[in-house]
């Protein structure tokens, strides 16, 4: 769960509900969650969820510092799913492949990304200029520039990920910190 820079507004990852829920929050921290299909983004909507992709295994969100994005980390897609955030906090995936980054690129419905394969935590740096997912099964941290509309583009070749081992594109080792 995260909480927004400004504090009004509160997103959760459901992981076995493959879904993002919204909240609005009131000055004395009481949550209200937004009504319809902006209270919920699923990967399989149901009832009241807004359609989203890459949500599979939703496991961790966070807002960037400017409070304009946010990012979920997705485990079983594996990857991360990028939204737009509203002045009101609703979410607005971005569209086509823009709106996620994954492993395999899931059959060209996200750009394709490297070491994200059991993808379960997501940051945004303080300066908004990078983001870095953590993976459990690549053993790695996959390293992302971050645009100034929110967008995430990978950092090419070894500059894109470090893990315990360097297999693949990565740079590695360089801690034993990253292994399980």
Do not use: H, N
């Not at 394969?117 to 520039?145: L, N």
Request: charge should be negative; proline fraction near 4%; include cysteine.
């Amino acid at each position: 769960m995260t909480v927004t820079p400004d504090g009004r507004s509160v997103y959760v990852a459901a992981y076995d509900s493959d879904a993002v829920a919204v909240f609005d929050r009131a000055v004395d921290g009481t949550l209200t969650q937004k009504a319809g299909t902006a209270g919920c983004i699923s990967e399989t909507p149901a009832g009241p969820c807004g359609d989203g992709m890459a949500l599979d295994g939703a496991v961790s969100i966070t807002a960037s510092a400017d409070g304009a994005s946010v990012y979920v980390a997705s485990e079983l897609i594996p990857g991360v799913a990028v939204f737009d955030r509203a002045v009101d906090g609703a979410l607005t995936q971005k569209a086509g492949t823009a709106g996620c980054i994954s492993d395999s690129g899931s059959s060209g419905r996200c750009v394709d990304g490297a070491a994200l394969f059991g993808a379960f935590s997501v940051t945004v740096s303080p300066d908004g200029t990078s983001a870095y997912v953590a993976s459990w099964a690549s053993d790695a941290v996959a390293v992302f520039d971050r645009a100034g509309d929110g967008a995430l583009t990978q950092k090419a070749g070894t500059a894109g990920c470090i893990s315990d081992t360097g297999a693949g594109p990565c740079v590695g080792p360089r801690s034993p910190a990253l292994a399980r």
